[in-house]
Every structure is written in structure tokens, then in C-alpha cells.
């Protein structure tokens, strides 16, 4: 089936928000609002996830006939973001770079708070930024690896080495070999702990 007007307006219609997200993030870290900042952030990453779904939808929906049922469509889409999540990830961590790049850019004396730059590197177990960071293949989520080992074989019972992602409100069943390294979230951990440490330094001499 062929993309609709409204599907081709709807699609416009999430880029359009795109931008206009990333300008009013702009705007927050440009005039020091760091909770503005790291509101707009997870917009940012919610928006490029609707997009994402999207996608799957019309991939999914490109094999529709007559009489298929819609929910079977859905489930399609599901599976096919599950089969392509490391490669949505990889993409939807490269326009974030963009985009903290292209506020850079906009002055040299501005830094990205911390609070927009660590969204969604806090390890849920530790509470903390990791320091040997892996990634759930399923659901995208980050973790420092000895915790989540650890978490996962307490929870596990028998033969099903599975336990639930540790995240509030994620369902997805976790395995240790859902557990794969990322070198561009280990780039970010690292520098989210560098700037931590900056400013514990800086409040040390206020």
C-alpha cells in the first residue's frame, strides 16, 4: 500500500516538530534554563522515536492486503523495529550529536548542562552514570554491567536466565545476552562523568 497525503502530512508534521524542539533547546541552553534544557532533550529523543515508529508502520503496512488484519499490521511493525533496534539506536544517537553539535556551534562559550547530556545514561540499579556501560538490544536501555548481571541472576529462577528491565514502566524481559557494549554510549558515559567531575571541582572552590 502507498503512502496516504495524511501519511506524507503526518511525517512532515513530526520533522517540523523536530526542529522546533531543537531550536527551543537551543534557546534553554543558550539562556542557562537547565531543566528547560533537559525537558526539551527528552523531547527531542521522544519525537525521534515516534518517527522511528512510524517507519516501522509503513514498512509493515507496505505488505498490507485486502482483509489483513490491522493488529496482525502492528505486530509486524514491532517486529521489524525489534529485528532493526540496533541500527534505530545508532541513528537516533546520532542526530541527538547533531543536534548537540549544532548548539555548540551556536557559541563557543556555550556548554550543554549536564542534565540534557546524561538523559537516559543513569544506571537504574546504581543510580549512577556507568563506568563499563552495556545496552539492552531490546529495549535500548543502558546499565552498568555488574549490576545488571548481578540483578539479572537474582532474579532469575531455573533454566530462564530472564529477569525484567529494572527501568520504571519498560515490561521487556531481560538475558545476559541481550547485553551488548556500545562504544558511543561509553563516549557519552565518559564525558557525562568528566563534566560531573568538573563541576564537583567547581562547587569544591565557590
Not at 6 to 34: I, M, R
Not at 82 to 90: K, L
Not at 151 to 161: F, H, K, L, P, T
Request: charged letters at 30%; one cysteine or more; proline letters at 3%.
Amino acid at each position: 500500500m502507498r503512502a496516504s497525503a495524511f501519511d506524507n502530512f503526518y511525517k512532515d508534521q513530526l520533522n517540523e516538530c523536530l526542529q522546533s524542539t531543537g531550536s527551543v533547546w537551543e534557546e534553554a541552553v543558550k539562556y542557562k534554563s537547565p531543566e528547560a534544557a533537559q525537558k526539551m532533550a527528552k523531547l527531542f529523543e521522544d519525537i525521534i522515536d515516534l518517527q522511528q515508529d512510524f517507519d516501522c508502520y509503513m514498512a509493515a503496512r507496505g505488505g498490507y492486503t485486502e482483509g489483513d488484519d490491522y493488529d496482525n499490521i502492528l505486530q509486524q511493525a514491532k517486529q521489524f523495529k525489534d529485528q532493526n533496534s540496533y541500527s534505530y539506536q545508532r541513528s537516533k544517537q546520532q542526530l541527538i550529536e547533531q543536534q548537540k553539535e549544532k548548539i555548540r556551534a551556536c557559541d563557543d562559550d556555550i556548554v550543554i548542562e549536564e542534565s540534557a547530556s546524561t538523559v537516559g545514561l543513569l544506571c537504574p540499579i546504581t543510580n549512577k552514570i556507568p563506568t563499563n556501560p552495556v545496552v539492552s538490544r531490546k529495549c535500548h536501555h543502558v546499565y552498568e554491567k555488574t549490576a545488571i548481571i548481578a540483578y539479572i541472576q537474582s532474579r532469575s529462577m531455573g533454566r530462564n536466565m530472564s529477569a525484567p528491565c529494572p527501568f520504571a514502566g519498560c515490561n521487556r524481559q531481560l538475558s545476559i545476552d541481550d547485553l551488548v557494549e556500545d562504544p558511543e554510549v561509553n563516549r557519552r558515559c565518559d564525558e557525562a562523568r568528566d563534566q560531573a567531575h568538573k563541576d564537583d571541582e567547581y562547587e569544591a572552590i565557590k
